[in-house]
């Protein structure tokens, strides 16, 4: 609606109107407040708890007036990547939560003492929740997986880049597009692995040097940098490696969708149904029972991922070797 042209006001207005969740609709309100220049968007979306890509967005376009392609970008990512990877950090809580409860009753209620260990580990794994040091050191961790931190690094190359894009071409300074666009990216760890692309850009440097200072960074996408920002077109370079990245990142997103299925049904029916087993089924048939379980919820989320990973490599065969060029590419500068 804004790119045809259409008032502000009525667009956020049209856009509100059928939405049942009145938190959805608050939040709409708010944004039309923000796009209005009534509010700035740090003070007036902190109360919904927003992903860092969103926050970082609604800024760029605040800042920028590039609204339009904020929404946009936003919306692509709401419609793609957002609820699966969201979907997943919920499962993994609901099924931490749902098993120190399990512990905690066994040692406190059942008198079995030697379940105190293991609501210990549980409570550790579950501290990232409330601690921010302890969710920089959980992502620090994911970050250093193979196959899970590579897509960690291309989700934040894929949101920094977005962002950057936005930024481009406005009054904004450079610092202040990197900045931004950094606070998109969502793993703590690497956002401030790329803090050191802004030390080299207060020390008057390239773009294009700037990115290579940072160790996650493939050293052909530099040498892409600046080959373009050579010949002045970096928004094009941005807007092609922003692409790229976004299709690999929803590629590999197919081993997640069905490996967070996998953890819903473990979740929502089989652990559950774990819990209630002491109460339904005779002791002796007790421990068949639990093996029986126990191997379904180890069984469902590998086969389920297993089954997507094939379809990932289907879908991802010619985007890795784009990636993996950018990684082998050595160019000096």
Partial sequence: ???????FDRAFDIAARDLVSSTNRRLIADLKEVFLGHAGSERILARYHLPQFYMALFKCGELTGRWPKALRDAAGFTHQLAPIIYRLHRCWLFVGVAYLI???FKWV?????????????????????CSETF???????????????????QLALMQFFVCLEIAYDSTLSVREMFLNSISAIDNRFLRRQMLRSVEQIDKRQSFA????????????????VHTHEISGRLAACFHELSSQLKQIVEAKLEVLKYFSAGIAINAGLLFPLLLILPYVVPKSMLWVAS???????????????RAAFQQYRVKSAGLNLWYERLR??????
């Fill in 1 to 7: 609606m804004l790119d045809d042209g259409l008032m």
């Fill in 291 to 305: 093996l029986i379980i126990v191997y379904m919820m180890g069984f469902v989320p590998m086969a389920c991922a």
């Fill in 109 to 129: 209620f059942l008198g079995r003492p030697q379940f105190l260990p293991l609501a210990v580990l549980a409570i550790i794994f579950l501290l990232p929740v």
């Fill in 135 to 153: 969710r920089y050191y959980r992502d620090f961790v994911v970050a250093k997986l193979h196959f899970v931190g590579t897509w960690q690094k």
């Fill in 102 to 104: 399990s512990l905690i």
């Fill in 328 to 333: 082998g590419n050595h160019v000096d500068y």
């Fill in 209 to 224: 040097t700037s990115l290579r200072a940072v160790p996650f960074i493939p050293r052909g996408v530099a040498a892409l």
